[in-house]
């Protein structure tokens, strides 16, 4: 294994940058059998990925050439939708004579980029519960992440994210923006001249979060900003709160169960039964083994906003109760019995362009172009913990003036984390135990080509 490579990766801050952040130098430690790229984009209206892969394609295959090195993996399969014909017929092209990566076309539907249903689509192996796809032989990287490690052994670590500004929008567009910028300064770049006037989601319709303070800065991890009027139903069922989600289920939950039967992980066979969760719930039934069952949701919410007829949310539930197992310890223990996928699995896919229209979001599902300016804050806040494990330690102190790529928190060696570094020139300005503000020195906003 290259010590020094991993080194590189690990220096420049690299983690996961389509999921919950898990540092890249850790995941691609390992050997296993296949790498998977995921360049599905299973939510509507996020358009990174399909772009990443025209217009940054040999960063992209740079970074994957590195990743099957680093991993040893015999076999690679880049999965993407067949709907995006332009990128796959590119792809091809460029992987002609590379008999160990091929292109896995993947059909148009939710949640194609499931981690553990892309690892079954692809090669066949369920995950088991509680587990993860290296429990099976391999390991899946998203197209940013793989850009991100192809810069990293260049020397320039993750100051910028490329993310989708969507939704009711006057100009969808796609930017590489540094991470620590406002929501509110971002979407001003798509031309939105009043932003607050209409709720705000980071990532995308179906497992984004609901933004209540457009200051807050974007991660590593953001991909889509999404402005959505606050009469959509994604919206409205957001800003629910338990009591309100409680007292609904009691009034209209049927126990139809089609909330289980169209959970993709219970169709994976990781026996995830929303359904029963309800009427625990519903009713105070005492069944401590029914509740754990909510561990195994991954929160794709396809049981709340396209399954259930009575227009419930059976995955709040599930979310509630996955915190309070989880601050009481409580986790999934390993099962001797591997899960088994339903015969079913094949026919209860969810169609991308009939949950766009379930979602209210048809007129939204437009083009969004790779806009190749870069575009420089004022200030950003860059927070110290944008991945999976410990914060990073503050590295900077009031006053300091740093150069854009400095590390302003740095990872303890012992701990599993990533680097932060400062993605502006500026001034520390502000500093705490969870985040570094820096601020330009010059007034001016600059916008660079």
């Known amino acids: 294994m290259d010590t020094d490579l991993l080194s590189r990766i690990k220096e420049a801050g690299v983690v996961g940058a389509g999921g919950a952040g898990f540092p890249t130098h850790v995941k691609l430690a390992t050997q296993v059998e296949a790498l998977i790229v995921n360049a599905c984009e299973c939510e509507p209206l996020i358009r990174v990925d399909q772009q990443l892969l025209m217009s940054h394609r040999d960063e992209f295959l740079q970074g994957l050439e590195i990743a099957l090195q680093l991993t040893e993996a015999k076999k690679c399969y880049i999965a993407i939708k067949s709907k995006h014909v332009e990128v796959v017929h590119s792809l091809r092209g460029a992987l002609k004579g ?44 998203n197209v940013e992440t793989l850009i991100n490690v192809s810069r990293a052994v260049r020397a320039v670590p993750v100051t910028t994210t490329f993310v989708t500004v969507t939704g009711a929008v006057p100009k969808p567009a796609t930017y590489e923006l540094p991470i620590g910028m406002s929501y509110r300064e971002a979407l001003k770049l798509s031309g939105v001249l009043e932003p607050g006037a209409m709720a705000v989601i980071d990532g995308g319709p179906m497992m984004g979060k609901l933004i209540t303070d457009l200051e807050a800065p974007i991660t590593k991890t953001t991909k889509a900003i999404m402005q959505l009027d606050n009469n959509n139903n994604v919206v409205l069922k957001q800003s629910m709160t338990e009591r309100q989600l409680i007292r609904q289920s009691k009034a209209a939950c049927e126990q139809c169960q089609k909330c289980t039967d169209l959970c993709p992980r219970d169709l994976l066979g990781h026996d995830v039964k929303p359904h029963l969760i309800m009427r625990i719930v519903n009713y105070g039934i005492s069944d401590f083994a029914g509740i754990k069952k909510s561990l195994g949701c991954s929160e794709c919410g396809a049981c709340e906003l396209y399954a259930c007829p009575s227009n419930l949310s059976p995955r709040r539930f599930n979310v509630m109760i996955k915190q309070q197992l989880g601050a009481a310890g409580i986790k999934n223990g390993s099962s001797e019995v591997l899960p088994s996928a339903s015969e079913m699995f094949a026919y209860r896919r969810i169609p991308t362009k009939r949950l766009v229209a379930r979602l209210g979001l048809t007129a939204y599902d437009q083009p969004a172009p790779l806009k190749e300016t870069r575009y420089e804050p004022q200030q950003v806040t860059l927070l110290l913990k944008e991945h999976v494990g410990a914060p990073a330690t503050l590295a900077v102190g009031l006053g300091d003036r740093v150069k854009r790529g400095d590390v302003v928190g740095r990872m303890d060696d012992k701990l599993l984390g990533a680097n932060i570094h400062a993605s502006i020139d500026g001034v520390v300005t502000q500093v705490n135990e969870s985040a570094v503000v820096l601020t330009r020195e010059s007034t001016e906003v600059k916008e660079q080509p």
């Open 98 to 141: 590379s008999g160990s990566t091929e292109i896995f076309e993947m059909a148009d539907y939710y949640p194609a980029g499931d981690e553990q249903i892309l690892v079954f689509d692809v090669l066949g192996k369920i995950v088991p519960l509680n587990g993860i796809p290296l429990d099976v032989g391999c390991v899946v990287c």
